[in-house]
Protein backbone atom coordinates (compact mmCIF):
# COMPACT_ATOMS: atom_id res chain seq x y z
CA UNK A 1 0.00 0.00 0.00
CA UNK A 2 1.11 3.63 -0.92
CA UNK A 3 1.66 5.76 1.73
CA UNK A 4 0.65 9.51 0.41
CA UNK A 5 2.89 11.59 2.90
CA UNK A 6 5.88 9.57 2.25
CA UNK A 7 5.21 9.64 -1.02
CA UNK A 8 5.32 13.25 -1.15
CA UNK A 9 8.29 13.64 0.62
CA UNK A 10 10.03 11.77 -1.84
CA UNK A 11 9.38 13.56 -4.80
CA UNK A 12 9.98 16.86 -2.81
CA UNK A 13 13.85 15.77 -2.05
CA UNK A 14 13.97 14.56 -5.71
CA UNK A 15 12.61 17.45 -7.00
CA UNK A 16 12.64 20.24 -4.78
CA UNK A 17 16.09 21.32 -4.47
CA UNK A 18 17.45 20.98 -7.57
CA UNK A 19 14.65 23.08 -9.49
CA UNK A 20 15.28 25.79 -6.60
CA UNK A 21 19.27 25.38 -7.01
CA UNK A 22 17.62 26.35 -10.99
CA UNK A 23 15.77 29.07 -10.02
CA UNK A 24 18.20 30.29 -7.53
CA UNK A 25 20.71 30.60 -10.54
CA UNK A 26 17.82 32.00 -12.85
CA UNK A 27 17.00 34.59 -10.48
CA UNK A 28 20.50 35.87 -9.65
CA UNK A 29 21.51 35.95 -13.16
CA UNK A 30 18.22 37.92 -13.56
CA UNK A 31 19.08 40.65 -10.63
CA UNK A 32 22.59 40.86 -10.86
CA UNK A 33 21.92 44.11 -13.15
CA UNK A 34 20.87 45.96 -10.33
CA UNK A 35 23.74 45.79 -8.75
CA UNK A 36 25.91 45.82 -12.11
CA UNK A 37 24.20 49.01 -12.42
CA UNK A 38 25.95 51.04 -10.24
CA UNK A 39 29.24 50.88 -12.36
CA UNK A 40 28.09 50.60 -15.70
CA UNK A 41 26.09 53.39 -15.96
CA UNK A 42 28.87 55.10 -15.54
CA UNK A 43 30.90 52.60 -17.85
CA UNK A 44 28.95 53.20 -20.68
CA UNK A 45 27.48 56.86 -20.24
CA UNK A 46 24.14 55.81 -19.60
CA UNK A 47 21.22 57.67 -17.50
CA UNK A 48 19.33 56.32 -15.26
CA UNK A 49 16.40 55.80 -17.39
CA UNK A 50 18.20 54.43 -20.13
CA UNK A 51 19.89 52.00 -18.21
CA UNK A 52 16.48 50.87 -17.28
CA UNK A 53 15.70 51.26 -20.42
CA UNK A 54 17.89 48.40 -21.59
CA UNK A 55 17.42 46.18 -18.27
CA UNK A 56 14.13 45.96 -19.00
CA UNK A 57 13.99 45.04 -22.55
CA UNK A 58 14.44 41.18 -20.54
CA UNK A 59 11.14 41.46 -20.54
CA UNK A 60 9.72 42.28 -23.54
CA UNK A 61 11.60 39.10 -25.22
CA UNK A 62 10.69 37.05 -22.11
CA UNK A 63 7.26 37.61 -22.85
CA UNK A 64 7.14 36.93 -26.74
CA UNK A 65 8.54 33.56 -25.98
CA UNK A 66 7.12 32.64 -22.83
CA UNK A 67 3.96 30.70 -24.37
CA UNK A 68 5.98 29.05 -27.21
CA UNK A 69 8.63 27.93 -24.64
CA UNK A 70 6.18 26.44 -22.77
CA UNK A 71 4.44 24.68 -25.30
CA UNK A 72 7.81 23.55 -26.10
CA UNK A 73 8.67 22.16 -23.12
CA UNK A 74 5.14 19.99 -23.25
CA UNK A 75 6.16 18.45 -26.37
CA UNK A 76 9.89 17.84 -26.19
CA UNK A 77 10.13 16.99 -22.17
CA UNK A 78 11.35 19.36 -19.01
CA UNK A 79 14.58 17.30 -19.30
CA UNK A 80 15.84 18.73 -22.90
CA UNK A 81 13.79 22.04 -22.44
CA UNK A 82 15.36 23.03 -19.26
CA UNK A 83 18.84 22.27 -19.75
CA UNK A 84 18.46 24.30 -23.69
CA UNK A 85 16.78 27.41 -21.24
CA UNK A 86 19.31 27.24 -19.00
CA UNK A 87 22.60 26.64 -21.09
CA UNK A 88 21.58 29.54 -23.42
CA UNK A 89 20.60 32.11 -20.91
CA UNK A 90 23.90 31.30 -19.22
CA UNK A 91 25.75 31.91 -22.42
CA UNK A 92 24.33 35.52 -22.63
CA UNK A 93 25.37 36.10 -19.72
CA UNK A 94 28.87 35.85 -19.90
CA UNK A 95 28.12 37.66 -23.07
CA UNK A 96 27.02 40.60 -21.14
CA UNK A 97 30.26 40.72 -19.40
CA UNK A 98 31.83 41.78 -22.72
CA UNK A 99 29.15 44.95 -23.53
CA UNK A 100 30.81 47.50 -25.34
CA UNK A 101 28.26 50.02 -25.68
CA UNK A 102 24.60 50.48 -25.29
CA UNK A 103 23.27 48.93 -28.25
CA UNK A 104 24.95 45.82 -27.33
CA UNK A 105 23.37 45.52 -24.30
CA UNK A 106 20.29 46.46 -25.33
CA UNK A 107 20.53 43.49 -27.79
CA UNK A 108 21.82 40.75 -24.88
CA UNK A 109 19.04 41.84 -22.12
CA UNK A 110 16.26 41.07 -24.88
CA UNK A 111 18.05 38.00 -25.70
CA UNK A 112 18.09 37.04 -22.36
CA UNK A 113 14.52 37.45 -22.27
CA UNK A 114 14.63 35.20 -25.10
CA UNK A 115 16.49 32.50 -23.40
CA UNK A 116 14.62 32.67 -19.90
CA UNK A 117 11.32 32.73 -21.12
CA UNK A 118 9.16 29.40 -20.48
CA UNK A 119 11.71 28.20 -17.33
CA UNK A 120 9.29 29.90 -14.36
CA UNK A 121 5.88 28.66 -15.86
CA UNK A 122 7.49 25.46 -16.93
CA UNK A 123 8.47 24.51 -13.21
CA UNK A 124 4.84 25.35 -12.02
CA UNK A 125 3.22 23.54 -15.08
CA UNK A 126 5.95 20.46 -13.94
CA UNK A 127 4.74 20.40 -10.21
CA UNK A 128 0.73 19.99 -12.03
CA UNK A 129 2.09 16.60 -13.50
CA UNK A 130 3.79 15.55 -10.23
CA UNK A 131 1.78 17.10 -7.42
CA UNK A 132 -1.39 16.26 -6.16
CA UNK A 133 -3.82 19.89 -5.83
CA UNK A 134 -3.89 19.96 -2.40
CA UNK A 135 0.12 20.30 -1.84
CA UNK A 136 1.01 22.56 -4.86
CA UNK A 137 0.78 25.90 -3.14
CA UNK A 138 3.72 24.75 -0.68
CA UNK A 139 5.87 23.46 -3.49
CA UNK A 140 5.50 26.91 -5.47
CA UNK A 141 6.15 28.52 -2.05
CA UNK A 142 9.60 26.01 -1.53
CA UNK A 143 10.26 26.99 -5.01
CA UNK A 144 9.92 30.76 -4.76
CA UNK A 145 12.38 30.33 -1.33
CA UNK A 146 15.12 30.45 -3.65
CA UNK A 147 14.26 33.34 -5.34
CA UNK A 148 14.59 34.78 -1.78
CA UNK A 149 18.03 33.22 -1.30
CA UNK A 150 19.15 33.95 -4.86
CA UNK A 151 18.93 38.33 -3.79
CA UNK A 152 19.91 37.12 -0.19
CA UNK A 153 22.91 35.34 -1.72
CA UNK A 154 22.92 37.76 -4.92
CA UNK A 155 23.12 41.09 -2.86
CA UNK A 156 26.47 40.63 -1.00
CA UNK A 157 28.05 38.29 -3.84
CA UNK A 158 27.24 41.60 -5.88
CA UNK A 159 29.12 43.93 -3.87
CA UNK A 160 31.77 42.09 -3.39
CA UNK A 161 32.55 41.78 -7.28
CA UNK A 162 31.79 45.11 -7.72
CA UNK A 163 35.01 45.46 -5.90
CA UNK A 164 37.09 43.38 -7.53
CA UNK A 165 37.39 45.86 -10.17
CA UNK A 166 40.46 46.10 -12.22
CA UNK A 167 41.40 42.27 -11.02
CA UNK A 168 42.65 41.04 -14.15
CA UNK A 169 41.43 43.46 -16.37
CA UNK A 170 37.68 43.22 -16.30
CA UNK A 171 35.67 46.17 -14.39
CA UNK A 172 33.52 44.99 -11.21
CA UNK A 173 30.38 44.80 -13.40
CA UNK A 174 31.88 42.41 -15.52
CA UNK A 175 33.03 39.69 -12.89
CA UNK A 176 29.34 40.33 -11.95
CA UNK A 177 28.34 39.04 -15.14
CA UNK A 178 30.97 36.45 -15.23
CA UNK A 179 30.33 34.58 -11.81
CA UNK A 180 26.82 34.38 -12.40
CA UNK A 181 26.85 33.17 -16.47
CA UNK A 182 29.09 30.00 -16.19
CA UNK A 183 27.23 28.71 -13.49
CA UNK A 184 24.16 28.31 -15.37
CA UNK A 185 25.94 26.85 -18.50
CA UNK A 186 27.16 24.24 -15.57
CA UNK A 187 23.73 23.94 -14.11
CA UNK A 188 21.80 23.14 -17.55
CA UNK A 189 24.26 20.51 -18.20
CA UNK A 190 23.49 18.47 -14.70
CA UNK A 191 19.98 18.82 -15.77
CA UNK A 192 19.85 16.52 -19.09
CA UNK A 193 21.14 13.62 -16.64
CA UNK A 194 19.42 14.81 -13.39
CA UNK A 195 15.32 15.77 -14.45
CA UNK A 196 12.84 13.34 -15.05
CA UNK A 197 10.22 14.58 -17.84
CA UNK A 198 7.37 13.02 -15.39
CA UNK A 199 6.23 10.41 -12.73
CA UNK A 200 5.44 8.02 -15.60
CA UNK A 201 9.25 7.74 -16.76
CA UNK A 202 10.71 8.36 -12.99
CA UNK A 203 13.41 5.32 -11.76
CA UNK A 204 12.90 6.82 -8.09
CA UNK A 205 9.14 5.74 -8.23
CA UNK A 206 8.30 2.12 -7.76
CA UNK A 207 4.90 1.20 -10.48
CA UNK A 208 2.27 1.37 -7.43
CA UNK A 209 4.14 4.86 -6.30
CA UNK A 210 3.08 5.62 -10.17
CA UNK A 211 0.15 4.03 -10.29
CA UNK A 212 -1.17 6.08 -7.18
CA UNK A 213 -0.24 9.74 -8.44
CA UNK A 214 -1.47 8.92 -12.02
CA UNK A 215 -4.93 8.30 -10.41
CA UNK A 216 -5.40 11.22 -7.17
CA UNK A 217 -4.21 13.43 -10.65
CA UNK A 218 -6.44 12.15 -13.09
CA UNK A 219 -9.36 12.32 -10.55
CA UNK A 220 -8.52 16.19 -9.39
CA UNK A 221 -8.61 16.82 -13.27
CA UNK A 222 -11.91 15.24 -14.30
CA UNK A 223 -14.03 17.97 -12.99
CA UNK A 224 -12.38 20.55 -15.23
CA UNK A 225 -13.55 21.97 -18.49
CA UNK A 226 -12.48 19.70 -21.81
CA UNK A 227 -11.32 21.79 -23.25
CA UNK A 228 -8.53 22.56 -21.03
CA UNK A 229 -6.00 20.37 -22.49
CA UNK A 230 -5.78 22.59 -25.77
CA UNK A 231 -3.43 24.79 -25.45
CA UNK A 232 -4.44 27.20 -28.12
CA UNK A 233 -7.70 27.75 -26.22
CA UNK A 234 -6.81 28.16 -22.95
CA UNK A 235 -5.15 31.69 -24.01
CA UNK A 236 -8.20 32.86 -24.51
CA UNK A 237 -10.09 31.85 -21.50
CA UNK A 238 -11.50 34.49 -19.75
CA UNK A 239 -9.78 33.41 -16.00
CA UNK A 240 -6.56 33.36 -17.94
CA UNK A 241 -6.97 36.62 -19.36
CA UNK A 242 -8.03 38.07 -16.07
CA UNK A 243 -5.67 35.97 -13.94
CA UNK A 244 -2.90 37.67 -16.20
CA UNK A 245 -4.54 41.22 -15.46
CA UNK A 246 -4.65 40.77 -11.91
CA UNK A 247 -0.64 39.10 -12.02
CA UNK A 248 0.71 42.83 -13.35
CA UNK A 249 1.12 44.46 -10.07
CA UNK A 250 3.14 41.46 -8.14
CA UNK A 251 5.98 41.25 -10.60
CA UNK A 252 5.97 45.35 -11.32
CA UNK A 253 6.45 45.68 -7.36
CA UNK A 254 8.91 42.76 -7.13
CA UNK A 255 11.51 43.93 -9.60
CA UNK A 256 10.26 47.50 -8.88
CA UNK A 257 11.75 46.85 -5.53
CA UNK A 258 14.48 44.50 -6.05
CA UNK A 259 15.83 46.19 -8.72
CA UNK A 260 16.02 49.55 -6.85
CA UNK A 261 16.86 48.33 -3.43
CA UNK A 262 20.27 48.48 -4.07
CA UNK A 263 20.39 51.95 -4.66
CA UNK A 264 18.27 53.15 -2.18
CA UNK A 265 20.63 51.44 0.94
CA UNK A 266 23.55 52.80 -1.89
CA UNK A 267 21.97 56.42 -1.26
CA UNK A 268 22.70 55.59 2.80
CA UNK A 269 26.39 56.19 2.44
CA UNK A 270 27.64 52.83 2.60
CA UNK A 271 30.13 51.33 1.02
CA UNK A 272 29.30 48.21 -2.18
CA UNK A 273 30.35 45.29 0.33
CA UNK A 274 28.31 47.09 2.85
CA UNK A 275 24.97 47.56 0.74
CA UNK A 276 25.19 43.88 -0.69
CA UNK A 277 25.26 42.60 3.22
CA UNK A 278 22.33 44.80 4.25
CA UNK A 279 20.23 43.70 1.39
CA UNK A 280 20.31 39.78 2.57
CA UNK A 281 18.06 40.93 5.40
CA UNK A 282 14.67 41.63 3.13
CA UNK A 283 15.32 38.85 1.61
CA UNK A 284 15.58 36.38 4.46
CA UNK A 285 12.27 37.87 5.71
CA UNK A 286 10.97 36.86 2.39
CA UNK A 287 12.24 33.45 2.77
CA UNK A 288 10.44 32.94 5.81
CA UNK A 289 6.85 34.79 4.26
CA UNK A 290 6.95 32.42 1.74
CA UNK A 291 7.25 29.46 3.63
CA UNK A 292 4.11 30.20 6.50
CA UNK A 293 1.89 31.40 4.00
CA UNK A 294 1.46 29.07 1.30
CA UNK A 295 1.55 26.39 4.01
CA UNK A 296 -1.23 27.72 5.73
CA UNK A 297 -3.09 28.70 2.86
CA UNK A 298 -2.77 24.87 1.75
CA UNK A 299 -4.97 23.87 4.97
CA UNK A 300 -7.33 26.71 4.09
CA UNK A 301 -10.33 26.56 2.05
CA UNK A 302 -9.96 30.51 1.22
CA UNK A 303 -7.00 30.65 -0.54
CA UNK A 304 -7.96 34.50 -1.59
CA UNK A 305 -7.49 36.14 1.42
CA UNK A 306 -3.55 34.75 1.71
CA UNK A 307 -2.89 36.43 -1.83
CA UNK A 308 -4.86 39.39 -0.61
CA UNK A 309 -3.73 40.61 3.29
CA UNK A 310 -0.15 39.64 2.05
CA UNK A 311 -0.26 42.69 -1.33
CA UNK A 312 -2.10 44.74 0.99
CA UNK A 313 0.37 44.75 4.21
CA UNK A 314 3.23 45.35 1.37
CA UNK A 315 1.14 48.28 -0.31
CA UNK A 316 0.90 49.87 2.75
CA UNK A 317 4.12 49.36 4.00
CA UNK A 318 5.62 50.96 0.38
CA UNK A 319 3.94 53.80 1.40
CA UNK A 320 5.48 54.48 4.46
CA UNK A 321 8.52 54.10 3.29
CA UNK A 322 8.34 56.94 1.10
CA UNK A 323 6.94 58.71 4.15
CA UNK A 324 9.65 58.22 6.50
CA UNK A 325 12.87 60.72 6.67
CA UNK A 326 15.07 58.07 8.51
CA UNK A 327 17.00 55.41 6.31
CA UNK A 328 16.30 52.80 9.33
CA UNK A 329 12.77 53.46 9.74
CA UNK A 330 12.67 53.47 5.70
CA UNK A 331 14.75 49.93 5.73
CA UNK A 332 12.31 48.39 7.92
CA UNK A 333 9.00 49.11 5.80
CA UNK A 334 10.97 48.19 2.36
CA UNK A 335 11.57 44.56 4.40
CA UNK A 336 7.87 44.20 5.73
CA UNK A 337 7.37 45.68 2.10
CA UNK A 338 9.29 42.59 0.50
CA UNK A 339 7.17 40.14 2.31
CA UNK A 340 4.22 41.44 1.55
CA UNK A 341 4.73 41.34 -2.27
CA UNK A 342 6.14 37.75 -2.60
CA UNK A 343 4.39 36.01 0.19
CA UNK A 344 1.19 35.50 -1.78
CA UNK A 345 2.48 34.62 -5.32
CA UNK A 346 3.02 30.92 -4.79
CA UNK A 347 -0.86 30.91 -3.43
CA UNK A 348 -1.55 32.80 -6.36
CA UNK A 349 0.36 30.10 -8.76
CA UNK A 350 -2.11 27.42 -6.85
CA UNK A 351 -4.95 28.58 -8.95
CA UNK A 352 -5.01 28.48 -12.44
CA UNK A 353 -3.95 24.27 -12.25
CA UNK A 354 -7.64 24.28 -10.57
CA UNK A 355 -9.22 25.07 -13.81
CA UNK A 356 -6.70 23.73 -16.61
CA UNK A 357 -4.68 20.62 -17.31
CA UNK A 358 -2.36 19.56 -19.79
CA UNK A 359 -1.44 21.46 -22.61
CA UNK A 360 -3.86 24.15 -21.74
CA UNK A 361 -1.62 24.26 -18.11
CA UNK A 362 1.30 24.84 -19.91
CA UNK A 363 -0.26 27.83 -22.04
CA UNK A 364 -1.93 28.94 -18.99
CA UNK A 365 0.65 29.56 -16.74
CA UNK A 366 2.77 30.91 -19.78
CA UNK A 367 0.06 33.21 -20.91
CA UNK A 368 -0.44 34.75 -16.90
CA UNK A 369 3.25 34.71 -16.16
CA UNK A 370 3.99 36.20 -19.55
CA UNK A 371 1.77 39.12 -19.10
CA UNK A 372 2.20 39.73 -15.70
CA UNK A 373 5.92 40.08 -16.23
CA UNK A 374 5.41 42.81 -18.17
CA UNK A 375 4.89 44.94 -14.84
CA UNK A 376 8.65 44.14 -14.61
CA UNK A 377 9.20 46.00 -17.99
CA UNK A 378 7.16 49.08 -16.54
CA UNK A 379 9.06 49.59 -13.31
CA UNK A 380 12.12 49.25 -14.80
CA UNK A 381 11.50 52.50 -16.59
CA UNK A 382 9.15 54.05 -14.71
CA UNK A 383 10.95 53.82 -11.37
CA UNK A 384 14.32 54.93 -12.56
CA UNK A 385 11.96 57.74 -14.48
CA UNK A 386 10.45 58.59 -11.08
CA UNK A 387 13.85 58.98 -9.96
CA UNK A 388 15.17 61.53 -12.80
CA UNK A 389 11.86 63.61 -12.23
CA UNK A 390 11.73 63.90 -8.70
CA UNK A 391 15.77 63.85 -7.73
CA UNK A 392 14.53 61.47 -4.77
CA UNK A 393 15.45 57.81 -4.27
CA UNK A 394 12.49 56.78 -2.32
CA UNK A 395 10.32 58.49 -4.14
CA UNK A 396 9.04 55.55 -6.64
CA UNK A 397 7.78 53.39 -3.87
CA UNK A 398 4.51 55.69 -4.09
CA UNK A 399 4.14 54.14 -7.63
CA UNK A 400 4.79 50.63 -6.39
CA UNK A 401 2.36 50.95 -3.17
CA UNK A 402 -0.55 52.21 -5.98
CA UNK A 403 0.37 49.18 -8.48
CA UNK A 404 0.45 46.51 -5.62
CA UNK A 405 -2.70 47.92 -4.15
CA UNK A 406 -4.73 47.35 -7.05
CA UNK A 407 -3.06 44.18 -7.84
CA UNK A 408 -4.89 43.05 -4.73
CA UNK A 409 -8.17 44.27 -5.34
CA UNK A 410 -8.17 42.39 -8.52
CA UNK A 411 -7.56 39.58 -6.68
CA UNK A 412 -10.86 40.08 -4.64
CA UNK A 413 -12.60 40.07 -8.03
CA UNK A 414 -10.67 37.19 -9.85
CA UNK A 415 -11.54 34.99 -6.67
CA UNK A 416 -15.51 35.62 -7.11
CA UNK A 417 -14.85 34.75 -10.74
CA UNK A 418 -13.54 31.36 -9.34
CA UNK A 419 -16.22 31.37 -6.62
CA UNK A 420 -19.12 31.18 -9.42
CA UNK A 421 -17.32 28.29 -10.75
CA UNK A 422 -17.96 25.94 -7.78
CA UNK A 423 -21.55 24.64 -8.45
CA UNK A 424 -20.34 23.56 -11.77
CA UNK A 425 -16.53 22.66 -10.82
CA UNK A 426 -16.72 21.09 -7.59
CA UNK A 427 -13.18 20.33 -7.36
CA UNK A 428 -12.86 23.89 -7.62
CA UNK A 429 -11.63 25.71 -3.90
CA UNK A 430 -11.65 29.59 -3.55
Same mark, same amino acid.
Not at 153 to 176: C, K, Q, R, T
Not at 387 to 415: H, K, N, Q, Y
Given at each position: ?7 ? @??? +? ?10 ? &? ?8 ? /? ?10 ? &? ?8 ? @? &? ?41 ? /? ?9 ? &? ?93 ? @? ?28 ? =? ?6 ? /???? $? ?28 ? =? ?8 ? $? ?40 ? !? ?58 ? +?? @? +? ?16 ? $? =? ?11 ? !? ?5
Amino acid at each position: MVSEKALI @SKI +TWRLMPFLGLLY &LIAYIDRQNV /SFAKLQMVGDLG &LSEYAYGLGA @S &LFFIGYFIFEVPSNLLLNRFGARLWFARIIISWGLVTIALAYT /SSPTMFYILRF &LLGVCEAGFFPGVLYLLTLWFPRDYRGRMVGLFMIFSALANAIGAPLGGMLLDLDGLWGYAGWEWVFLATGIPAVIAGIVTIFYLDDKPETAAFL @SQDEKDWLHKRIASENSGMDEHAEDGFRAL =INPRVLFM /SLCY $VGFPLAAYGLSYWLPTIVKSFGVSNTANGF =INIIPWLIVA $VALYLVPSAADRSEKKITYIVVPAFVGALCLLMSALMTAPVA !QFAFLCIAAAGIFAGQPVFWSLPGRFLKGAGAAAGLAAINSVGNLGGFVAQNVVPWIRDE +TG @S +TIAPMFFLSACLAIAGVL $V =IIAGRMIARQITS !QPNLKA
